[in-house]
């Protein structure tokens, strides 16, 4: 197993937003956590790359609990996190917001991330050294995709990478998730898009006030009337 979440909590000071949460990734899976507003997707997420303080629990990656590191020292085990909302540097051009990506990383590895970010996406080739904020909605979101693939992590996590997007750029960033996953990175895809994303993902859980309420294949979780109007709305 890659990732092992055992009985996690997590606190926002006094406010418990996580529940005995237990969560399997294994090696090469798309995962994909689904659950509405506030359900607790992105504590989730933060609290195993290490920006979330107040856990207990275990977060076993590759058998070593990393639960309570450091968000640097989290990135150099190679798990990176997209963050909701693109996060890119509006100021700094789309080169620097790769070269920021890859701050751990040494010269060489910065080089080849370049040139990975540029082959996937040839629009940041084009744009390289154009303002990030300059950039359209879908553009921030392969940037910062790409910005969090320059150190070549084992683990992507994905926040809601189609928010705001067009149904176009919703698709084709999917396409992009599948892509990256077949070249052998595991991924955790964060969505209020849930037939979205549990159309690419092996595997689902449901989360609703902070609990794991459901856990199947993409697959089956798609087939369940119930799931699907009781927490995630009609399609
Ligand atoms: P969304 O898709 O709306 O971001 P989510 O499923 O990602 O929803 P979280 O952001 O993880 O949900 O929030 C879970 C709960 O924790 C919510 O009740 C939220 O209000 C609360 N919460 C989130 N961030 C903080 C914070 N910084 N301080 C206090 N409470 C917070």
Redesign the pocket.
Known sequence: MLLQVNHLDAF??R?Q?LWDVSVEVEQGEIIALI??????????LKSIAGSIKHTSGEILFNDRDIRGGKPSKIVGSGIVMCP?GRQVFPRLSVRENLRAGGYLAGKEQVEAGYERAYSRFPVLKERASQYAGTLSGGEQQMLAIARALMVAPTLLMLD?PSLGLSPLFTEKIFEIIADIQKEGVTIIL?E?NAVMALSVAHRGYV?QN?RIVSTDTGANLLKNEDIISQYLGSR
Do not use: C, M, P, R
């Open positions: 926002y000071g406010l937003a659950g509405s507003n506030g359900a607790g997707k992105s504590t989730f909701e809601e964060v209020q989360i902070g």
